[in-house]
């Protein structure tokens, strides 16, 4: 850690960092989490959830993808990568073969400045949410 204190192990962070690994549930919240694993850990709450999401953030172990309803969804892929949000229904995926590179070289940043993350989401209507506004019509 930065501060140079050691880290103890944790079951429970190491539970929650394995169904973020494993999930089927594409970016689960902390609550989605919490839900998954509450009946498995004796003695889970939503607040160490949340406190160990934040530490597995910290340490660089997954990333946190704001999903523009206010929620914080959390991916166990931490390379720099695009990600698709549906505003209609809230499903997040990542972007499959997305040229990361072009994305880079399309932003004239300029030789002053490093970049070290990238965070791209796209926003519209996943297939299911679109299907059911053409249906709508």
Not at 19 to 39: G, T
Not at 82 to 107: L, M, W
Request: hydrophobic share 30%; glycine share 6%.
């Amino acid at each position: 850690m930065a501060d140079g204190k050691k880290l103890r192990y944790s079951q429970q962070r190491e539970r929650i960092y394995e169904y973020l690994l494993s999930s089927k549930e594409h970016h689960p919240s902390a609550e989605m989490v919490y839900d998954a694993l509450r009946s498995e850990i004796q003695g889970l709450s939503l607040g160490t959830v949340y406190r160990n999401l934040r530490l597995l953030e910290d340490l660089g172990k997954i990333r946190r993808v704001a999903s523009h309803q206010g929620i914080d969804r959390y991916d166990s892929c931490c390379s720099d990568h695009v990600h698709f949000f549906c505003q209609s229904c809230g499903y997040i995926e990542n972007v499959p073969k997305a040229d990361i590179e072009k994305i880079r070289a399309a932003v004239p940043l300029g030789s002053s400045y490093q970049l070290f993350k990238l965070d791209l989401t796209l926003t519209g209507l996943c297939s299911k949410c679109t299907i059911k506004e053409i249906t709508k019509e």
